[in-house]
Nanobody, 113 residues
Framework: QAQLVESGGGLVQPGGSLRLSCAAS????????MAWYRQAPGKQREFVASITLGSNTNYADSVKGRFTISRDIAKNTVYLQMNNLKPADTAVYYC???????WGQGTQVTVSS
């Protein structure tokens, strides 16, 4: 059974950095596009970033230049490096495997002074 488990969230000051991890089991990242989404309180879940089979990446305009998605095939893990964080980045971040419509449980990111 496909499963995704996120980690790495927390409280960080504006301008700080965090790296989120998403460990996959039950399927291989190497044959799947992977994505990160986020959902802020009172808002709809929104796309953040994705990485394709060919390692092509795509980002929401709001995070371009600050966030980087990557993956480690050997560890079957996808990452989201988040730099220069802003209060507007506060949300629960979810890992997603679109092919199997698999979602993780989410990890909270709070950006506040």
């Amino acid at each position: 059974q496909a499963q995704l488990v996120e980690s790495g969230g927390g409280l960080v000051q504006p301008g700080g950095s965090l790296r989120l991890s998403c460990a996959a089991s039950g399927f291989r990242l190497s044959v799947n596009t992977m994505a990160w989404y986020r959902q802020a309180p009172g808002k709809q879940r929104e796309f953040v970033a994705s990485i394709t089979l060919g390692s092509n990446t795509n980002y929401a305009d709001s995070v371009k230049g600050r966030f980087t998605i990557s993956r480690d095939i050997a560890k079957n893990t996808v990452y989201l490096q988040m730099n220069n964080l802003k209060p507007a980045d506060t949300a629960v971040y979810y890992c997603n495997a679109p092919l199997t419509n698999t979602w993780g449980q989410g990890t909270q990111v709070t950006v506040s002074s």
